[in-house]
């Protein structure tokens, strides 16, 4: 084997380990620290993330590929994509000034602070100076990081690597133009599903065994992964074999919680169906944020939020919570956890009403960027957008600009992933259907094995040797096309809600 | 400040940290990890391991130490500990060379693996190569560790520092004149206490509600620690503000778990007690393992096994197990936890029998470094003075020489702090009851705080500060002295089975 090549590899295997260290002691902060220790822990995390710095910014990580610049044709795929990936990784983390590492690192932090206060107190205007300080930072970030692109284009490319401003804006406005009208017809119609039979007690420990089952049922692997509880449903763990999932319980809700657990085992499946020759490289590695979303989705939206996965698990649901479904069957249940209501807030947005909270933000991030929306205005923007998109206006700020936390890191560009996300999801599961007509079979039969294996064999397998775009034109035949989502919701939408009748 | 002492500071601060990052995920491993994920966990261990060596052994932490080699007198107790600490580890640390820690490490992998096997299969012939080996490379590493030192001493230092074989000798020699007579006249005597009672059913749900009760009314924060389960109880975490302890259950036996609990919240007592403004730094840990034992003991035994304490639980058991303990009563109870039975097992063995075990290691362990001991003959020598100190002979090597890990790990020396610490925990003890003449009512009456606040102030708060020599001379006004303990046993074992009636 090439030396260099093996240099690197075994540079990128040990950065890779030590990250899955990071995201261990970073699951257990969340799960299972003790909360006196919160001090000491942050401690360990800086010299440990220092460590991991140090290895990713070492210059002989850079001189092997300086000697592997000019020699991809001797390398296979897999290998060729390894010196890729780690050739961008290493340009990311050694083309920005230390001291703007720094000042973004410190912000992060100061600025968590400051919004965490402002949306408690409904004052954004405490929280307007870190955005602004945010955007410099930022511009300044993306001119380092990737010249030839604009800001916003720089920021995105960070989570969703091809994709542009331009191109999400064209499918977007598409998304707008056709679920704007859709809800509203929804909003103005007299029919609305009954709801009330989700409501009641339902003990947490059964919650817990039905979404242990249902997890297990869909293919979590809990000899390679945990279920636990945390503030934040999340999908950690440290490497394919040891991929954990959380979830938090309410009592007087199960449907929240059950359908997190099946949102985070679509990523845990995505995880632990990674090439396991290559575990600890990044070709094996997970694509994009969009790509990890739309297998979230996928299950939790194309699959679980199914007329045949209700039908499948309605009887085990009675059972389990027998006092409080005696009303429902298995069609008032679909129609209601399929329920459209636009909320001022994202997370707890259904799927219909979803993209346009995301479309907000996109809208504004862009504005933002490009100059022509202006951070003092954010409040009215925004509110004058929920009028606009759902018909609704945030009475408050904490309700409104202030509910994220994402711009609060200065995680700029994570937006549009969200909804990037569905419509690949969307796509996926339409030629899925095509290529496994029995689909529909099988999920009422709680067969979800042929499900598993197309998403293992088709996606989670590929890693990174694909771009994004690359994958959806191999998986589809067709590049990302947001009328599958939108035909997909008009169907699915028009029937529950008998907008036809 | 001095700025290599700053220097300093500022690296072992670092080390520490890491440090308390490996323990976390070694705790982890114990208790949360996937099975699924041994393999790659080891891999992740071995990074981290290799990145805190190379800290450890940093020649610019050499420099530092250089500088400050003549300049003790200009800094105080506390610095002047710190600089005499780093010292000896970085010492330690680098006169090792490469080879010789590699292949320690090779062989404690390797040999464990083999015990296991051996073990299982009764099969001492497989083990002794790894023990010969093992008695080489141990040899080898003391000459380069300790010059000064015999062998074994430097073995025994590692651990408990300042204590030499001829000393342990002495002391063992006490006990055994002691304890050996008394065990058999107990053996001899018609009384024996019922312990029937301590048979049953104990549901796990309550057996772990009470320990988390006791453990928390002995001292043990839980805002600064957890308590969970795995296979063997111990010790572990990352920091005094994150002390986590663990326990096994057994549904037939609530006795041992319970008292595991207690002795490992005896240790954690000791770590959540530690100086917490230099808790990244040697002058606040941890003495000896000896001085460790001493305080899981203090509590295990001195405290836990007094009929004072089981006069204030009493009630609190019976109302957890009502169906078990209706014949028990006070008395009773403190008997039947208190019996005395020469067994095999080491870990198994009452406060009485435990000493014995101990002794038969460490003189085995002797006569190995010495050369009086072949270790083809460890079966048998162990079986004779199975017979000789406790009148019992293990039908099987798999009950007898092949039943500790310790060696298979190359911990030679390790184990005569177990029964230093249960003298120095007796001692510590006696002292106590002078200088607070209330501890039995106290107890008694459940109130806790007089004996924790006396080990924080007397023990746990005194860090490194002094040799575990000075310690127990500063504590207690004399030295070590085993004629507490072969007392505190007389007087407790005679009563409890009446041997002067």
Redesign the interface.
């Known amino acids: 084997m090439n030396k260099n090549y093996q240099n690197l590899v075994e540079k990128l295997?040990?950065i890779s380990?030590?990250n899955?260290?990071l995201s261990?002691?970073a699951w257990?902060q969340e799960v299972?620290?003790?909360?006196?220790?919160a001090?000491?822990?942050a401690?360990?995390i800086?010299?440990?993330s220092g460590?991991i710095h140090a290895r990713m910014t070492d210059p002989f990580l850079g001189e092997c590929l300086e000697q592997l610049q000019d020699q991809t044709e001797h390398f296979n795929a897999i290998e060729q994509c390894n010196i890729e990936e780690a050739r961008r990784n290493y340009d990311l983390m050694t083309k920005i000034p230390r001291q703007l590492v720094q000042a973004l690192a410190e912000l992060g932090s100061h600025g968590h602070a400051v919004w965490v206060q402002a949306r408690q107190e409904n004052k954004f205007s405490d929280f307007a100076p870190v955005i602004k300080e945010f955007l410099k930072l930022k511009k300044e970030w993306a001119a380092c990081a990737f010249p030839d692109m604009s800001a916003y284009d720089a920021n995105i490319d960070l989570f969703e690597r091809g994709t542009t401003t331009a191109e999400i804006t064209v499918i977007f406005d598409q998304l707008k133009a056709a679920l704007i009208p859709l809800i509203h017809r929804i909003e103005q119609h007299s029919y609305h599903p009954d709801t009330s039979f989700l409501q009641g007690h339902f003990p947490i420990e059964r919650q817990a065994a039905l979404a242990r089952k249902i997890s297990e049922n869909i293919g979590f692997?809990?000899?390679?992964?945990?279920m636990d509880i945390s503030v934040h449903p999340f999908c950690g763990g440290?490497?394919?074999?040891?991929v954990r999932i959380t979830t938090r319980y309410n009592t007087h809700d199960f449907v929240e919680s059950l359908y997190a657990i099946i949102h985070e085992t679509g990523h845990a499946l995505y995880e632990q169906g990674r090439m396991l020759e290559y575990?600890?490289l990044p070709v094996s590695e997970s694509l994009t944020m969009g790509i990890h979303e739309s297998q979230s989705l996928f299950w939790e939206r194309m699959i679980a939020q199914s007329r045949v996965f209700c039908a499948h698990y309605f009887e085990t649901i009675c059972e389990t919570f027998p006092s409080s479904l005696q009303r429902a069957t298995v069609d008032t249940f679909y129609q209601a956890i399929n329920a459209c209501k636009p909320g001022f807030i994202r997370v707890e947005a259904d799927e219909l009403t979803y993209p346009l909270h995301i479309i907000l933000r996109f809208e504004i991030e862009k504005g933002l960027f490009e100059g022509s929306i202006a951070v003092d205005d954010l409040p009215q923007v925004w509110n004058e957008k929920m009028a606009t998109y759902l018909g609704i206006k945030p009475p408050t700020d904490t309700l409104g600009v202030l509910q994220d936390s994402h711009w609060s890191s200065g995680a700029f560009g994570y937006f549009p992933s969200y909804t990037l996300g569905a419509i690949y999801a969307c796509q996926f599961f339409m030629t899925m259907q095509k290529a496994l007509p029995d689909t529909d079979k099988n999920i009422e039969a709680g067969n979800f094995k042929p499900v598993k294996n197309w998403l293992n064999e088709k996606i989670h397998s590929q890693g990174r040797l694909y771009t994004p775009q690359e994958l959806v034109l191999r998986v589809t035949g067709e590049s990302l096309n947001p009328q599958h989502l939108i035909n997909y919701l008009k169907t699915k939408y028009s029937a529950l809600y008998k907008l036809d009748d």
Chains 1, 2 share one sequence.
């Open positions: 295997e040990e380990r030590l899955g260290v261990t002691i257990d299972m620290m003790p909360s006196g220790a001090h000491a822990r401690k360990q800086g010299v440990l460590v692997q809990f000899d390679k992964g945990r440290s490497h394919p074999t040891d575990s600890d």
